[in-house]
């Protein structure tokens, strides 16, 4: 019997097709992936099968019997959990609340937070995730949290779980223990739908593959066994026509030779120590580390947010590095954070809004 189907789902946003006759069968005990470029309508097809999203039309099936998820917390009492893309944790309550949204056991009228910890603690050691339970989740590392939220959906030992892009925030570790979890959530019986760019995870762990493409199925339930990684690209892109010959790089872009970025012997306290880099014109250079190692402290010096105490920073132009974030957006320095939800967008700001703001920043003066 199939844990979880959707048949014919269709979802329209606006003129906007998502989905169309989209349809999806997850075994229990199987790990599938559900593949696709962005915009294909993976998110949207895991928040119809987990309650967020109302389908405009098709079914869901759950062990056979036709389902309707009023919300996520209806689909978790069915026993169907979601580790969404972005996180829905509660930044101003403690870890072990957050762990329990809505479902905490009771003693009497008082909330059994003894129980609480003894339920979170086994789950919280499987995924090697050492923080105070006590502690706030705003002050946690985007992986930490990230990590709280697969508990989350872990403690209730779900029939279907559903993981829309579990290690984004991941350093190779904490991604080798997700990955084994989920052996281990196959020898239970558990039916997994995974989301993931990351082909090379996928391949890894996933039994059967789904593919969708413009929102419609374009590979169902293929076995991964069957498939090399050309097969899977293929079908997430399609056809597509060649791509015209580019001339040399010398020629494409005049004056890539001139000078780049240069990064000498920069220090932060605490995070960087003697760091140099260059980075030439038209290059791509990355920067490869666990969390906390440094990599993202590079960029935020870079780009001003905090500069280095000592050593430098010489811009492509040749002027000095920033000594703030508006002086970096004045020099046509871009940063994009990691974490978008908390530091990449103002949630309750215009979309236009949201656009312009760094713009009008870097035209501003420092102190103003």
Request: charged share 25%; with cysteine.
């Amino acid at each position: 019997m199939h844990a979880l189907e959707a048949q014919g789902v269709r979802k329209t946003y606006g003129g906007v097709v998502a989905l169309d006759d989209a349809a999806m069968v997850v075994r229990p005990g199987a790990v599938h992936a559900l593949l696709g470029e962005n915009g294909a309508g993976k998110s949207t097809l895991v928040k119809i099968m987990t309650g967020a999203v109302r389908p405009d039309a098709g079914t869901l099936r759950l062990d056979g019997a036709e389902v309707q998820f009023a919300t996520t917390a209806d689909a978790v009492r069915h026993g169907v959990a979601v580790v969404s893309q972005e996180l829905s944790l509660f930044p101003h309550l403690d870890v072990l609340s957050n762990l329990f949204p809505m479902r905490e056991p009771m003693r009497g009228p008082l909330v059994d937070r003894k129980r609480m910890r003894a339920l979170a603690r086994p789950v919280l050691d499987e995924l090697r995730l050492e923080v105070d339970l006590r502690a706030m989740v705003r002050d946690l590392t985007l992986a930490e949290r990230q990590l709280v939220e697969i508990a989350k959906a872990l403690i209730p030992n779900p029939r279907v779980l559903l993981l829309d892009e579990p290690t984004s925030a991941l350093e190779s570790g904490a991604t080798e223990r997700l990955l084994a979890i989920l052996r281990v959530l196959r020898q239970r019986d558990v039916a997994v739908v995974y989301v993931s760019h990351i082909l090379e995870e996928v391949m890894s762990v996933c039994d059967e593959v789904t593919v969708l493409r413009d929102g419609r199925v374009v590979k169902a339930a293929e076995p991964m066994a069957s498939l090399t990684m050309q097969d899977i690209v293929h079908s997430m892109l399609g056809e597509r026509p060649p791509a015209p010959e580019r001339a040399g790089r010398d020629e494409t872009l005049p004056g890539l030779q001139g000078r780049g970025l240069e990064l000498a012997h920069i220090s932060v306290p605490g995070a960087l120590d003697e760091v140099s880099l260059t980075v030439a014109r038209g290059e791509i250079v990355g920067l490869a580390s666990l969390a906390g190692s440094g990599s993202l402290s590079v960029l935020r010096a870079v780009a001003g947010i905090r500069p280095p105490a000592s050593g430098t920073i010489r811009l492509p132009g040749g002027q000095p590095g920033p000594r703030s974030f508006r002086e970096a957006v004045a020099n046509g320095i871009a940063y994009v954070s990691g974490d978008r939800r908390r530091l990449g967008l103002m949630l309750d700001k215009a979309i236009w809004e949201n656009i312009v703001i760094v713009r009008s920043m870097g035209m501003a003066r420092d102190g103003q």
